[in-house]
């Protein structure tokens, strides 16, 4: 599932979530077959004011599928009040998982979200030197070019995999020399192999990249 806002955009793997926040509007996006279960908290205190991803363990993925079950939860019955305050205090917990990429909404920064794409040559169609859109992209999201592209290729490389891709033909579409090459890339971000991220417990541990 691809999650776009005003404020980048995450892939989120299997059994991840997203939290967003009230009043935040998304665009979203499956690739292949994606079952989702959606939780809405009607006013909610204590937690994150900003989207961000989360890995989802076994147990609050059975709470969310309970609560989505079940149906409605009232405040006024004790049952329905545990089982929310238990899901939200595993929002309020979670580490920020390295799925998402700031991506203004320029045609610039669109055309640079793809890991082919050969940044001085998107800089002379935009009008930009390199050295000019570097500064574009350190000051619209934080980072140097170099780790936001590799971190836009590393998100690709999910929406890839999710799709039934193999390693080898994904390491090729997103740019990297070879499978090897791109399995390091990939155990350095995420903290496993490709095919370990996709099985149905996530690791408990990410380093973000940069």
Request: with cysteine.
């Amino acid at each position: 599932m691809t999650v776009s806002t005003s404020e980048g955009t995450w892939v989120v793997p299997p059994h991840r979530a997203v939290w967003l926040p009230n009043g935040v509007t998304a665009d979203v996006r499956m690739t292949g077959a994606v079952t989702v279960r959606s939780l809405f908290f009607r006013s909610v205190e204590l937690v994150p004011c900003q989207c961000f991803a989360l890995s989802v363990s076994p147990l609050l993925r059975e709470l969310i599928t309970h609560i989505a079950l079940t149906g409605p939860m009232f405040r006024s019955n004790p049952h329905h009040q545990r089982l929310t305050e238990l899901v939200l205090d595993f929002v309020r917990t979670a580490d920020s998982l390295p799925v998402h990429l700031p991506v203004p909404r320029e045609t610039v920064f669109e055309a640079l979200s793809d890991p082919l794409a050969d940044p001085r040559s998107v800089a002379l169609d935009h009008g930009y030197s390199l050295r000019t859109l570097e500064r574009r992209i350190k000051n619209s999201t934080g980072m140097s070019l170099g780790v936001w592209r590799h971190q836009a290729r590393l998100l690709k490389s999910l929406e890839l995999l999710a799709a039934g891709e193999s390693v080898g033909e994904v390491a090729f579409l997103v740019g990297y020399e070879g499978a090897s090459s791109f399995i390091h890339a990939f155990r350095r971000a995420f903290g496993t192999s490709p095919g370990a991220y996709f099985k149905l417990d996530p690791p408990t541990r990410s380093n973000v990249p940069g």
